[in-house]
C-alpha cells in the first residue's frame, strides 16, 4: 500500500474541493471540454501557489530596489533580511506551510548559504555591501531565495499527488546529489564536470515517468520527469533574470549594465534543481501509483 498522501493545507483543501465539486457537475461532451479547462486552470492556480513563497520573494527583490530609498538609514539587505522572515512566520502562522515542509526548506537554505559564502569568494557573483545581516560578502536574505526552490519542490509534490513509475533507488540519487553539489565548489580547482553529472541524471531518472493529477478526482496525468525538472529549471532561470535585474546579485558580465544570463545557465539551475530533489525525497518518499483495483 502506497503512503498516505500529505495533507493539504486549509486553501488547498478548498480550492480542491471546488475543483471536484465544479468537475462532478459536468456532464455530456459539452461538460467534458469544460472540465478539461477546468483541469487546466487548476492546474495553473497550484502551479502558482506551488511557487508563491519564490514570486514573494522576487516581489521583495524588486520592490527593494525600484521603491526603497537609496538614502534611507537601514540598509536595503538588511530590510530584505527582516522581510524574508516576516514571510515566512507569515507562511506558518496562516498555516500555509507545515512545519515539516519547513525542516527541508530549512536545510536548503543552509545548503544554498553554505554555497553563497564560497561563490562570493571566488568572484563568480557579488552583492550589494551594506548592511549588517550578512555573512562576509553574502546578506542572509539569499538562503531565502535557495529555500524557495525547496518550498516549490515539496508543495507541489503534495498539491498534484505525485507519483513515480520506475524511480531510482534512494541511496542513487543521494550519490548523484552530493557529487552535484561537490562539483559546485570543485569545478573552480578541477576539471568541470556538469555535462558529465548532467548525463548522470539522464541515465538516472531518463526511464522515469512523473503520474499526477490535478484534483482528487481527476484523471491521472504521465510525464517524463526529465521533462518536468528541464520545464522547473527554465522557469528558475526566468526567475534568476529579475533578480538579477533587480539588483539582487550580478555576475562579472553584468558589472557595466545588466545583461540576459547566458542559456548556459540553465544547467547549473538543473543541476542544482536535483539538489533539491534529493532534499525533498528523503523526507517525502517518492511513491508508486496505486495497484488497479
Request: hydrophobic share 55%; glycine share 6%; net charge positive.
Amino acid at each position: 500500500m502506497s503512503p498516505q498522501r500529505p495533507p493539504f493545507t486549509p486553501p488547498e483543501e478548498r480550492l480542491d474541493r471546488w475543483a471536484q465539486r465544479r468537475t462532478a457537475a459536468l456532464t455530456g461532451a459539452a461538460g467534458a471540454r469544460r472540465r478539461v479547462l477546468v483541469e487546466v486552470a487548476v492546474f495553473g492556480l497550484k502551479q502558482s501557489w506551488a511557487c508563491v513563497f519564490g514570486a514573494a520573494m522576487l516581489l521583495l527583490l524588486v520592490a527593494a530596489r525600484t521603491l526603497y530609498p537609496e538614502d534611507a538609514p537601514i540598509a536595503r539587505a538588511d530590510v530584505l533580511v527582516v522581510a524574508a522572515i516576516a514571510l515566512q512566520v507569515a507562511m506558518l502562522a496562516l498555516r500555509l506551510e507545515s512545519l515539516r515542509e519547513m525542516g527541508v526548506i530549512a536545510v536548503f537554505h543552509v545548503v544554498g548559504t553554505v554555497m553563497e559564502l564560497f561563490k562570493t569568494s571566488v568572484g563568480s557573483w557579488q552583492y550589494e555591501a551594506e548592511g549588517i545581516l550578512r555573512i562576509g560578502e553574502v546578506p542572509l536574505y539569499t538562503g531565502f531565495m535557495y529555500a524557495a526552490v525547496g518550498s516549490y519542490m515539496v508543495r507541489v509534490m503534495r498539491l498534484f499527488d505525485l507519483r513515480f513509475t520506475r524511480y531510482p533507488p534512494l541511496w542513487a540519487t543521494v550519490l548523484l546529489g552530493a557529487a552535484i553539489y561537490a562539483s559546485f565548489f570543485t569545478h573552480h580547482y578541477l576539471p568541470d564536470a556538469r555535462w558529465v553529472l548532467l548525463g548522470g541524471v539522464v541515465v538516472l531518472y531518463g526511464r522515469c515517468l512523473m503520474t499526477f493529477r490535478v484534483h482528487r478526482r481527476a484523471p491521472w496525468r504521465r510525464l517524463p520527469v526529465l521533462a518536468a525538472f528541464l520545464g522547473v529549471a527554465l522557469l528558475l532561470w526566468i526567475a534568476e533574470n529579475v533578480g538579477t535585474a533587480a539588483g539582487a546579485w550580478i555576475y562579472p558580465h553584468q558589472q557595466e549594465g545588466w545583461h540576459l544570463v547566458p542559456l548556459s545557465k540553465l544547467v547549473s539551475w538543473l543541476l542544482l534543481m536535483m539538489v533539491s530533489v534529493v532534499l525533498v525525497t528523503l523526507v517525502h518518499r517518492p511513491r508508486g501509483p496505486d495497484p488497479a483495483p
